[in-house]
């Protein structure tokens, strides 16, 4: 039931334009929700760019989500480098690990949803972008909204539908289930003949915690 009330939300958000946040832990698949909701929407056809946050700096954040006019940086690329709004025109934007995102870059970002169009580092000219944007994150924004780490109307401009992806303790019923996937997965992977489990193996899989999905 838990993760049949996430694919419910996913068929009913993915044919609108919709902002979607995808709440959860870590390793619950909240990628996979966003790619669900790309390839199920009137945008399957174009383009899915995704962007891991929290990997880069605050500077490379920057230039990598709006990218940067001709001249901005030493070493950068002559004719400039249109960022990942642009590449993501007409498709998807996913911005995992939203509430990694430092305030500044949080300022432009807030700016870019409300106004349809970003503008490059080291330029005026504001570029009009067509983009569905899904955001993803395993932290308690509210709680970081509290604490003045993530801007109030930035939140709710993300969190127009929200989908909240389950960790595997909450839907334990579901292991039976994914060992049966995954042993024809990986016995055909790798030529063995497995075709079942004991159950003494699949309730010490049961009994589990699984910490990190």
Not at 28 to 52: C, D, M, Q, W, Y
Not at 96 to 101: S, Y
Not at 141 to 162: C, S, T
Request: hydrophobic share 40%.
């Amino acid at each position: 039931p838990a993760m049949e009330k996430v694919y419910r939300l996913i068929r009913k958000v993915a044919p609108t334009n919709a902002t979607v946040l995808v709440e959860g832990p870590s390793g619950t698949g909240k990628e996979l929700v966003a790619r669900a909701i790309h390839n199920l929407s009137s945008r399957a056809k174009g383009p899915f760019v995704a962007v891991e946050c929290a990997a880069l700096s605050k500077e490379l954040l920057a230039s990598e989500l709006f990218g940067y006019a001709p001249g901005t940086f030493t070493g950068g690329l002559k004719d400039g480098k249109a960022g990942c709004f642009e590449s993501a025109n007409g498709g998807t934007l996913f911005l995992d690990e939203i509430g990694e995102i430092d305030t500044d870059t949080q300022v432009k970002l807030l700016r870019a949803i409300e106004s349809r169009a970003v503008t490059r580092l080291g330029s005026s000219e504001a570029v009009p972008v067509d983009f569905r944007l899904v955001a993803a994150t395993n932290k308690d924004l509210i709680r970081l909204v509290a604490e003045g780490k993530f801007r109030e109307d930035l939140y709710y401009r993300l969190n127009v539908i929200d989908i909240r992806t389950p960790a595997l303790k909450d839907h334990k019923e579901d292991i039976a289930l994914l060992v049966s996937r995954f042993l024809k997965e990986f016995s055909a992977a790798n030529g063995n003949a497995v075709t079942g489990i004991e159950p003494a193996a699949l309730k010490a899989l049961e009994d589990f915690d699984w910490p990190g999905n």
